[in-house]
């Protein structure tokens, strides 16, 4: 270790390092810039910053007092930055110093260089975190082009351009996180974050906080900082509450104060806080009928219900069924490693005469569980089994069960349910059964009567 004055030293290795006093004449000259500008740093020390360096700004600096960052001028052709700072002993103005950022062009570059490696590093980052809370979809996700898909794309595009509050209504797996997701990425907000939140999957007594935050030390258990709520965190974005319906009731209250008040109140918090939100939710229950049984606040559906757009149901728009299941094949090729390259024209006429009460979630699985069974390259009738069972190879038990919707759901059940079994035990009856809980004999009967054919 030095002793602290032999630090000092160093400082003649400072670029462009220069102490002036109030008249701007020398007090320190580094060495690094004495042999830059060829003098002697001893010998200029007292003389007039402007005699022996007459470029210098320093004199005009100490008129103005304040400091000046990164000053970048040329002189003689050399590319420099400087920064000066006024040097003040209790306020009174006792001098100024001045040091270089670089001194020529090659360290400009090399600086430059630097700030572009950080700036591209900087905008990486931004894109990761962008992404983690960004919408995934956007608009181009959505498959189909059947009339329904057509408005409803106009739809998206339309909420898209205002800022009004949006309602999604659709059946489960119709798509509308896709909707809620393509209305934020087409909007001038989506470069700001995308904060989802599903209401039904928040415990009840969570609700409040997760959606407003709390201010340190607002109930027993709550973290020491505080916490922000989704609507800060969403501020100048969009907040996209799923299943909207489930939003317990006092919470209803506070959230139609935040839509109309445009501000939030944490929970333990004095003051409120003003937020730039655009809201979208999603239901895929029936509003309304819920206003009418007094489950859900009127003032809040009509709140809630300015821009409202309807997910049409897959089997409104059959016709897309070829389209998103080429697509879903391609996706599932990537993911699982499989190199599936159609499906063959008998399968998709009965893929469209299904009803899809799942929609298009119901008809990626489908596909999945088809690619998972596949031998050759091509989807075949075989393949969805499981889905065409009662159809395809048992016509009479078809025609009564079919418009049996819970025994058909019943039976389906069963056989997924044994299929399963039957999987984890590398299709060993004896242990199946063990596992089921019923007899070996009883297995076989069930596998015969829903047309389960396990080879091992
Ligand atoms: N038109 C479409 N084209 C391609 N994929 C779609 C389309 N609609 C939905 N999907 C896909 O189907 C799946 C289900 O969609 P999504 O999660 O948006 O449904 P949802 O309406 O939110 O369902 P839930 O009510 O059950 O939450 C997702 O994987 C989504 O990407
Ligand atoms: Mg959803």
Redesign the pocket.
């Known amino acids: 270790m030095l002793k602290p004055e032999e630090y000092k030293f160093f400082l003649d290795y400072v670029y462009g390092l220069i102490v002036v006093d109030t008249d701007a004449n020398i007090i320190f000259m580094s060495k690094q810039f004495a042999d830059y500008i060829d003098v002697n740093q001893d010998e200029v020390v007292g003389k007039p910053i402007k005699e022996v360096f007459p470029p210098t700004k320093m004199d005009k600096a100490l008129d103005k007092g304040e400091p000046e960052i990164g000053d970048f001028y040329i002189i003689e052709g050399k590319a420099v930055a400087s920064t000066r700072v006024p040097l003040r002993k209790n306020g009174k103005l006792v001098g100024l110093m001045e040091y270089d950022l670089f001194q020529d062009t090659e360290m400009l570059e090399q600086f430059i260089e630097n700030y572009i490696n950080l700036d591209e590093e900087i905008k990486y980052y931004k894109e990761e975190v962008q992404k983690l809370r960004s919408a995934r979809?956007s608009i181009d996700?959505?498959?189909?082009n059947s009339q329904a898909?057509e408005t409803l794309k106009k739809e998206i595009r339309y909420a898209a351009r205002t800022n009004s509050t949006v309602l999604i209504q659709?059946?489960?797996?119709?798509?509308?996180?896709?909707?809620a997701h393509s209305v934020h990425n087409l909007s001038k907000r989506y470069f700001q974050n995308f904060i989802r939140i599903n209401a039904a999957s928040i415990p009840e007594n969570l609700v409040e906080s997760e959606l407003f935050g709390y201010e340190p030390g607002a109930f027993t258990g709550a973290k020491p900082k505080g916490m922000k709520g989704k609507f800060e965190l969403a501020d100048k974005g969009t907040i996209f509450i799923?299943?909207i319906e489930e939003l317990p009731l006092s919470i209803q209250v506070k959230l139609l104060r935040a839509i109309q008040e445009r501000e939030i109140d944490k929970i333990g918090g004095k003051k409120s806080i003003p937020i730039d939100i655009r809201i979208i939710c999603?239901t895929?229950q029936d509003l309304e009928q819920l206003v009418r049984e007094n489950k859900f606040r009127k003032d809040l559906y009509y709140r809630l219900n300015v821009v409202k757009i309807n997910?049409p149901p897959l089997r409104e728009r059959r016709e897309?069924i070829p389209k998103?299941a080429e697509?879903t094949i391609s996706i599932l090729n990537n993911m699982l490693g499989k190199n599936i390259k159609g499906i063959h024209s008998k399968v998709i006429e009965e893929l469209m005469k299904h009803d899809w009460p799942g929609?298009?979630?119901e008809l990626?699985n489908v596909i999945e569980k088809a690619m998972n069974f596949a031998e050759g390259n091509m989807l075949r009738v075989k393949d969805f089994n499981f889905l065409f069972a009662e159809k395809c190879m048992d016509p009479d038990m078809a025609s009564i069960e079919w418009n049996n919707p819970i025994e058909e759901i019943k039976r389906n059940a069963e056989r997924e349910f044994i299929i399963k079994a039957l999987d984890l035990n590398d299709g060993n009856r004896t242990k199946t059964a063990e596992l089921l809980k019923i007899s070996r004999s009883l297995l076989y009967q069930k596998m015969k009567r829903l047309n389960i054919e396990y080879k091992r």
């Open positions: 979809y996700n959505i498959i189909g898909i659709g059946e489960t797996g119709s798509g509308k996180e896709l909707v799923d299943e999603a895929n997910v897309d998103i697509y929609n298009v979630r990626q």
